[in-house]
């Protein structure tokens, strides 16, 4: 096959497969906020529902009928929203979103719908149907929700060059937070976690952004302290082992960690001698998943195309949807009322006025549905709506024994039931707002007791790491090898830094660098200088020095810009040497003695290091005597 018929066979096939990916398998339905795997669960547990639990084996067996992938993703798919709380009842072992534990086989393991659910998820004749995959069952185009389910539970998917991370939120904020969106107030929701802990939202934008999540962490004395909550994305596995990895980096000193967690998180954390409460709770911030930043990109399908969206649009989507949905229920519901209205005013008037008597002498069907239209005709101000075949048909179904037990009060108190019904529909269509509103608020008294809000939001500052760093780093030198470094077991000057901390070396032949802990360097000359280096500060020296010919200079330098590990020089000529480092802007006098000539009479001077001005590194700086000098010294 050539490339010029492969080429349109490709891209055809690719823009097909990512469609269906995107469409039907990874992004949500803004309507019901399921993905097609969620869908299909819940239908088939509403199809099969009966009350009781279902073993997760045959709830999965079922849902393959609908849906066309293997069982392994309906299994998981199925425990993710179990362990949501909402929809789905759980009984046996469903795993652990605390630690990470994963279920027990789906033979193990049951399931049902929770009153929830089964109250607000479902209503089948007003649900819009297509055939399954295989043509043999009919699944929901999408589920007749009066929730913001994709709110409620949260979602991730990843599809073909998109992706959706929507963060989960609290029951009852949502539900008010629609309430008010209908009485035009200003909404503003945040997410809520399983999980608990801290949540700050500074950085969070109506569901762009970032929030920042931490564990509860709460000390016992100086030297305990117990983590009681650990954030979203991730388990107690998952913060025990970044404490451990932080302690053997030794960013973190631990002395021993337990965990004694169950349903609820609870890590202690021994300290190690030296070591405080109040001093490490930071680290573990810093340094360890006990700290977690969070990005939240909302995509769902709408119309058939993925939707970039935010929170307010989403809720005022769900609850414009809501409003729809109980509109089209009291709509349906009024027809039902009307038609049982239709039918009880006509069944009263055929036994009441014994139309039924006119039938006894036909013959012929014909006759008797004449004889039945003829008996209802003067009575047709009293009808409800025009009166059909159908209706005619049903009159005559009418048993005998129906007929003469027939209680002409209780069919007036049921007529007089069904007015009463029809008004109050009818009432509730005209304010349909205020319905909308007081179902809402149903909902809120009957189940917002089972949600409280687990995540509490605050604000925290960030932990400066560079603060909060431990210097565990001994950077050693040896001076008759010339090494530095971490792995150095020389102990001519030593030196204990972080992992930010920078360290300037000053040779004697004149050159210095800057570097973080290294393991082990060469260095060209004998260090003269070997202490921290503040980056922000600098470092001032006064500096006086010999070249080839032994000619001295004397300059000031201010180190502060540099790149880290990078040799600098700080005199002219690789020759020369360094005779004295004098740090900060000093004022000394200089005692200097000249090299030994023949016929010399003036054999010294004395130079005045406060009559030398800051300069660049690379400057040569002021000569400081007419001859070649053999000694200087310090005058104090």
């Given at each position: 096959?050539?490339?010029?018929?492969?080429?349109?066979?490709?891209?055809?096939?690719?823009?097909?497969?990512?469609?269906?990916v995107i469409v039907d398998r990874a992004i949500p339905d803004y309507r019901d906020?399921?993905?097609?795997?969620?869908?299909?669960?819940?239908?088939?547990?509403?199809?099969?529902?009966?009350?009781?639990?279902?073993?997760?084996?045959?709830?999965?067996?079922?849902?393959?009928?609908?849906?066309?992938?293997?069982?392994?993703?309906?299994?998981?798919?199925?425990?993710?929203?179990?362990?949501?709380?909402?929809?789905?009842?759980?009984?046996?072992?469903?795993?652990?979103?605390?630690?990470?534990?994963?279920?027990?086989?789906?033979?193990?393991?049951?399931?049902?719908?929770?009153?929830?659910?089964?109250?607000?998820?479902?209503?089948?004749?007003?649900?819009?149907?297509?055939?399954?995959y295989d043509g043999r069952k009919k699944e929901a185009e999408f589920l007749p929700?009066?929730?913001?389910?994709?709110?409620?539970?949260?979602?991730?998917?990843?599809?073909?060059?998109?992706?959706?991370?929507?963060?989960?939120?609290?029951?009852?904020?949502?539900?008010?937070?629609?309430?008010?969106?209908?009485?035009?107030?200003?909404?503003?929701?945040?997410?809520?976690?399983?999980?608990?802990?801290?949540?700050?939202?500074?950085?969070?934008?109506?569901?762009?952004?970032?929030?920042?999540?931490?564990?509860?962490?709460?000390?016992?004395?100086?030297?305990?302290?117990?983590?009681?909550?650990?954030?979203?994305?991730?388990?107690?596995?998952?913060?025990?082992?970044?404490?451990?990895?932080?302690?053997?980096?030794?960013?973190?000193?631990?002395?021993?960690?337990?965990?004694?967690?169950?349903?609820?998180?609870?890590?202690?954390?021994?300290?190690?001698?030296?070591?405080?409460?109040?001093?490490?709770?930071?680290?573990?911030?810093?340094?360890?998943?006990?700290?977690?930043?969070?990005?939240?990109?909302?995509?769902?399908?709408?119309?058939?195309?993925?939707?970039?969206?935010?929170?307010?649009?989403?809720?005022?989507?769900?609850?414009?949807?809501?409003?729809?949905?109980?509109?089209?229920?009291?709509?349906?519901?009024?027809?039902?009322?009307?038609?049982?209205?239709?039918?009880?005013?006509?069944?009263?008037?055929?036994?009441?006025?014994?139309?039924?008597?006119?039938?006894?002498?036909?013959?012929?069907?014909?006759?008797?549905?004449?004889?039945?239209?003829?008996?209802?005709?003067?009575?047709?101000?009293?009808?409800?709506?025009?009166?059909?075949?159908?209706?005619?048909?049903?009159?005559?179904?009418?048993?005998?024994?129906?007929?003469?037990?027939?209680?002409?009060?209780?069919?007036?108190?049921?007529?007089?039931?069904?007015?009463?019904?029809?008004?109050?529909?009818?009432?509730?269509?005209?304010?349909?707002?205020?319905?909308?509103?007081?179902?809402?608020?149903?909902?809120?008294?009957?189940?917002?007791?089972?949600?409280?809000?687990?995540?509490?939001?605050?604000?925290?500052?960030?932990?400066?790491?560079?603060?909060?760093?431990?210097?565990?780093?001994?950077?050693?030198?040896?001076?008759?090898?010339?090494?530095?470094?971490?792995?150095?077991?020389?102990?001519?000057?030593?030196?204990?830094?972080?992992?930010?901390?920078?360290?300037?070396?000053?040779?004697?032949d004149g050159t210095f660098r800057i570097t973080g802990p290294v393991d082990k360097?060469?260095?060209?000359?004998?260090?003269?200088?070997?202490?921290?280096?503040?980056?922000?500060?600098?470092?001032?020296?006064?500096?006086?020095?010999?070249?080839?010919?032994?000619?001295?200079?004397?300059?000031?330098?201010?180190?502060?810009?540099?790149?880290?590990?990078?040799?600098?020089?700080?005199?002219?000529?690789?020759?020369?040497?360094?005779?004295?480092?004098?740090?900060?802007?000093?004022?000394?006098?200089?005692?200097?003695?000249?090299?030994?000539?023949?016929?010399?009479?003036?054999?010294?001077?004395?130079?005045?290091?406060?009559?030398?001005?800051?300069?660049?590194?690379?400057?040569?700086?002021?000569?400081?005597?007419?001859?070649?000098?053999?000694?200087?010294?310090?005058?104090?």
């Open positions: 096959m050539s490339q010029t018929t492969l080429d349109p066979l490709m891209r055809r096939n690719f823009l097909e497969y990512a469609s269906y906020g399921c993905k097609p795997v969620q869908r299909r669960i819940l239908q088939t547990l509403w199809e099969v529902d009966d009350g009781k639990f279902h073993k997760v084996a045959n709830v999965v067996g079922e849902t393959m009928k609908l849906h066309p992938h293997g069982d392994a993703s309906i299994f998981e798919a199925l425990v993710v929203m179990a362990n949501k709380e909402y929809f789905i009842e759980r009984q046996g072992n469903f795993g652990n979103v605390i630690t990470g534990d994963r279920a027990a086989a789906a033979r193990y393991i049951e399931c049902r719908l929770t009153p929830l659910a089964r109250e607000t998820l479902f209503n089948r004749h007003l649900t819009h149907w297509q055939p399954s929700a009066k929730l913001p389910v994709i709110l409620l539970l949260g979602i991730d998917g990843i599809a073909v060059g998109m992706a959706t991370k929507i963060l989960p939120h609290n029951f009852c904020e949502v539900l008010q937070a629609q309430i008010d969106l209908l009485e035009n107030r200003s909404v503003e929701l945040l997410p809520d976690f399983i999980q608990g802990g801290l949540m700050d939202a500074s950085d969070y934008d109506a569901g762009r952004g970032r929030i920042r999540l931490r564990a509860r962490i709460e000390p016992e004395g100086d030297k305990r302290v117990i983590i009681r909550e650990v954030p979203y994305g991730t388990t107690t596995e998952g913060v025990i082992a970044s404490m451990e990895a932080a302690a053997q980096k030794g960013t973190v000193k631990i002395g021993s960690i337990n965990d004694y967690t169950t349903d609820r998180v609870e890590i202690e954390v021994h300290l190690a001698r030296g070591v405080y409460a109040d001093e490490v709770i930071p680290q573990l911030y810093a340094y360890t998943d006990c700290e977690l930043s969070i990005s939240s990109n909302i995509t769902v399908i709408r119309d058939g195309r993925p939707w970039e969206t935010t929170v307010p649009d989403l809720l005022y989507e769900s609850t414009l949807g809501l409003r729809n949905q109980i509109k089209a229920e009291l709509e349906w519901e009024l027809e039902q009322l009307e038609q049982k209205h239709h039918w009880l005013t006509l069944e009263q008037i055929f036994i009441e006025n014994r139309v039924y008597k006119r039938i006894e002498e036909q013959t012929t069907q014909a006759g008797v549905t004449a004889a039945v239209y003829a008996g209802m005709e003067p009575f047709t101000q009293l009808f409800i709506r025009a009166m059909t075949d159908d209706d005619v048909g049903r009159l005559l179904e009418i048993r005998i024994r129906r007929i003469s037990q027939y209680d002409i009060d209780k069919n007036r108190r049921d007529i007089d039931d069904i007015v009463r019904a029809i008004k109050q529909t009818r009432a509730k269509l005209r304010r349909l707002t205020k319905t909308t509103i007081d179902y809402l608020s149903g909902l809120l008294e009957k189940y917002g007791h089972e949600h409280p809000r687990r995540t509490e939001i605050t604000a925290f500052e960030t932990v400066d790491i560079r603060e909060v760093a431990r210097a565990h780093h001994k950077v050693n030198y040896d001076k008759s090898s010339g090494f530095f470094g971490t792995q150095v077991r020389g102990s001519d000057a030593s030196v204990n830094m972080s992992d930010f901390d920078k360290l300037l070396v000053v040779c004697e360097q060469l260095l060209p000359a004998r260090a003269i200088h070997y202490a921290l280096f503040d980056p922000e500060a600098g470092a001032r020296f006064t500096v006086v020095y010999r070249d080839a010919q032994r000619i001295a200079y004397a300059k000031k330098v201010h180190i502060l810009r540099f790149i880290n590990n990078r040799e600098y020089e700080l005199i002219k000529g690789r020759e020369g040497k360094i005779a004295q480092l004098i740090p900060g802007d000093s004022d000394a006098q200089l005692h200097c003695e000249f090299v030994k000539a023949k016929r010399q009479r003036v054999t010294s001077c004395d130079f005045d290091l406060g009559e030398v001005d800051f300069s660049g590194i690379t400057a040569r700086g002021r000569r400081i005597a007419a001859k070649p000098v053999a000694r200087i010294k310090v005058e104090k």
